[in-house]
């Protein structure tokens, strides 16, 4: 449906440039081009359509963010690497179990 919309419009630009019919030919287009922008009709269907829009970005928007739960760029770029998870995961694991260092093993003071 836009690319209709946009084809007339198009054509009806081109018409009213190319037009070789005189500046009162001009005019009379101008003056229907008006109304039919300043249509009640015309007006409803912008609505809609924008309505439309909106409502299809915010879709997108929330699918994306079900798909990845990131609320900043500073959330996503202070997420740990997955090397550094491995390593933060067996730190907490060697801490837990008294194995790793500052888990209370040799303390050489």
């Known amino acids: 449906m836009r690319y209709r919309i946009t084809f007339v419009a198009g ?10 019919a005189g500046r ?3 005019e009379q287009l101008a ?6 922008a300043d249509s009640p009709l ?3 269907v912008a609505g809609l ?4 829009a909106g409502n299809a970005g915010r879709a997108v928007y929330d ?5 990845m ?18 390593e933060l995961i067996e ?10 260092p500052g888990a209370g093993g040799d303390r050489n003071t």
């Open 63 to 67: 699918k994306a963010v079900e798909k």
């Open 11 to 20: 054509l009806a630009i081109g018409y009213v440039l190319g037009a070789k």
């Open 69 to 86: 739960p990131i609320t900043s760029v500073r959330d996503f770029l202070a997420r740990p690497t997955e090397d550094e998870e491995i």
């Open 91 to 100: 730190w907490e694991t060697h801490t837990s179990n008294g194995t790793g």
């Open 24 to 26: 009162a030919r001009y």
């Open 49 to 52: 359509v924008g309505a439309q």
């Open 42 to 44: 015309v007006q409803e």
């Open 31 to 36: 003056r229907t081009a008006r109304k039919v």
